[in-house]
């Protein structure tokens, strides 16, 4: 009896511990998920706030900082892009303004016959470059299509009427001629708008290079077309003959052929002389290169006329002059406007001693050694001025009359 009551008193004891442990689990359950919601709460909170901080910083630095740095970027490379344009565009326009002077309009008057065997007259048009000077003519490097049939040639200065000039030389081969004009045609206005031509070399043209035709674009007067240089050497048939000439997009119209292709240097790089005659063709135009021209131009030149220095001399001794170590000499009594020794420099009273070290005794010696040269050739003169003795370049320019 007693064992029972025992038994049944520590199961009960078993009991009640098992109902205390079963309360507190449930009470640290209830704490725990009070916890737990609280700390997601308060997380989620404080994750909201966080967000909230970078997303109004980000806004404020973006707005005040990122945005404003890059439109500032933005205004300076426009700005500098602006200013590059400028730039090129001043450059276009100085060009322009630097060579159209030296540009003038030909208008022709060529005779021909029709069909029914009449003989007729047609009006011409092309252009020209005045590429030298003298006091007594002017002179005008043109293509030889341009004056090939002309009876009569006239040429526009400026809006002046024409001026007639004639044919001083031509090569066929090149499509190339040499017109002058008289100073004597020309009024003080016309004298004083010519301009003689810059020519550079072309030999260091690259495609790409920017580049300016000037011309009578189809008889309306001097106007400019712009463009690059799309192949610097190619070879083409322009009146049945084969010409070496470079590309240009630059428009190249009726009107334009002897007219110059130039550099925004303002000088002349190129002799305009034929466009690609298709309407399925757009932007190709053909120029005789300055390095091809030239050559050409001044073996025509050459042909004039003998080689002169430009000066009247007499003998150093018959004008009682002498100098320490002086064999003899050649003195400049007077100075030709125009010419080879005015233009390096030479003046009256300077004894001419030597050409390229070959002594001078005399004035007729003088004349003899200037006959050994070629027009264009360049000399080196040594002569005593004031009693010094100097060394001077002379470029031998064609002699006119």
């Known amino acids: 009896m007693n064992d029972n009551n025992h038994n049944n008193e520590q199961s009960d004891s078993l009991k009640d511990t098992h109902l205390f442990y079963k309360e507190e ?9 009070v916890f737990k919601k609280l700390f997601i709460y308060v997380g989620s909170l404080a994750f909201s706030l966080a967000l909230g901080l970078a997303i109004s910083f980000s806004y404020i630095y973006c707005k005040d900082i990122v945005i404003p740095k890059y439109a500032n970027d933005s205004i300076i490379e426009t700005t500098q892009t602006s200013n590059v344009i400028e730039t090129s565009n001043d450059l276009v326009k100085m060009a322009i303004q630097n060579a159209s002077p030296s540009i003038v309009s030909i208008t022709t008057l060529n005779d021909s016959v ?6 007729t007259t047609y009006k011409g048009i092309g252009s020209g470059i ?5 006091s007594n003519e002017v002179f005008i490097a043109t293509n030889y299509h341009v004056i090939e049939n002309a009876s009569k040639i006239g040429i526009v ?3 002046d009427e024409p001026i007639e000039a004639k044919i001083v030389g031509k090569d066929e081969n090149y499509d190339l001629a040499v017109i002058s004009i008289s100073i004597e045609s020309l009024s003080e206005e016309e004298i004083d708008d010519i301009r003689v031509a810059r020519f550079a070399s072309s030999d260091n043209l ?30 083409i048939i322009s009146n049945n003959k084969k010409l070496n000439v470079m590309q240009t997009t630059a428009a190249i119209n009726p009107g334009n052929s002897g007219g110059a292709l130039i550099n925004l240097n303002g000088e002349i790089i190129g002799i305009n002389t034929a466009k690609v005659d298709d309407n399925t063709v757009e932007s190709v135009a053909y120029t005789i290169s300055s390095s091809v021209a030239m050559p050409i131009i001044e073996d025509i030149m050459s042909n ?12 150093a001794k018959d004008a009682n002059i002498s100098y320490d170590g002086m064999a003899g ?6 100075i030709v406007p125009g010419g080879s020794a005015d233009k390096a420099g030479l003046k009256a009273n300077d004894v001419i001693t030597s050409v390229n070290d070959v002594p001078i005794f005399s004035s007729s010696s003088l004349v003899e050694e200037i006959k050994k040269y070629e027009v264009w050739d360049t000399i080196k003169l040594k002569i005593i001025r004031n ?13 006119t009359n």
């Open 130 to 134: 005045i590429f030298h000077k003298t």
């Open 206 to 235: 690259m495609v790409g290079d920017y580049v300016i035709a000037i011309g009578n674009a189809v008889g309306e007067g001097i106007t400019s077309t712009f463009g690059i240089i799309s192949q610097t050497s190619t070879d």
């Open 25 to 33: 689990i449930k009470k640290q359950n209830k704490i725990s998920k």
């Open 114 to 119: 029709d069909w029914f065997n009449n003989a």
């Open 329 to 334: 000499g050649a003195i400049v009594v007077e």
């Open 157 to 159: 200065i400026g809006d």
């Open 387 to 399: 009693g010094e003795l100097k060394t001077i370049k002379v470029k031998l320019l064609p002699v």
């Open 304 to 315: 004039l006329n003998p080689t002169s220095l430009g000066v009247l001399v007499t003998d």
